[in-house]
């Protein structure tokens, strides 16, 4: 029987519905399909989780969008983060997710769930530089956690004219390096966990 292609999971550290930022992780996610991969985007506004909270925790465990999240988050070997930038940080909804998802659950090791997964991190953002800023702390994050992040990233700024109607990216050197990094992400993956029959 083949194996499955390597799984993906693509998502966006901003909730709100005209997300740039969740914009370009739609289409990272088709760029991962169309090099072979197998990606899934998820929407974290669809994970309410509350902020973190050492009390609630203590008293009513992992709550259950957590939860929900680390389960579809295990069944992924790939990550593609995409991060916004909150005066030159990451948002508080993507730090507050990967806190909630690093937690122990039961007899499972929070870590565990990051560990030898490979990602890669992308921002946009209105501003001139795409959330660059963003996009190292986003890495320094994941790579505390334990995902061995690719050096390639990308920055979109300009976000609010730098996509077409169509949800495509206007810039024609940006359309190719989110090619390249989607591609490069998937080969690792393939590399490092090889289909069957190769
Ligand atoms: C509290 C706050 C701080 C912000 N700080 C920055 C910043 O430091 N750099 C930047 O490029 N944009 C900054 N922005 C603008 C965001 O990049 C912009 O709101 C963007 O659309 C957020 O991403 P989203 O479109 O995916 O929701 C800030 C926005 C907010 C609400």
Redesign the pocket.
């Known amino acids: 029987m083949d194996q499955l292609p390597n799984r993906i999971l693509v998502f966006?550290g901003?909730a709100?519905s005209?997300?740039?930022?969740?914009r370009l992780a739609r289409l990272a996610a088709g760029r991962v399909e169309a090099a072979g991969g197998q990606a899934t985007f998820i929407d974290l506004r669809d994970y309410p989780i509350p902020l973190y909270d050492g009390d609630l925790e203590r008293e009513q465990g992992i709550p259950a969008p957590a939860r929900h999240l680390k389960d579809v988050l295990a069944e992924h070997s790939g990550l593609i983060v995409v991060s916004?930038?909150?005066?030159?940080f990451i948002t508080p909804l993507l730090k507050n997710t990967l806190d909630w998802l690093s937690r122990p659950d039961g007899d499972q090791d929070g870590l565990a769930l990051f560990r030898n997964r490979v990602g890669c991190v992308l921002s946009?953002?209105?501003?001139g530089?795409g959330?660059m800023?963003s996009l190292a702390l986003a890495r320094q994050l994941l790579t505390n956690l334990g995902v061995t992040v690719l050096p390639d990233q990308l920055a979109v700024p300009g976000?609010a004219k730098a996509f077409t109607d169509d949800g495509e990216l206007a810039d024609s050197g940006a359309r190719e390096r989110l090619d390249q990094i989607c591609h490069r992400l998937v080969e690792t993956l393939d590399r490092l966990n090889p289909p069957a029959g190769r």
């Open positions: 966006a901003s709100r005209g997300s740039f930022n969740k916004p930038e909150y005066n030159g946009a953002s209105p501003g530089l959330g800023r976000a």
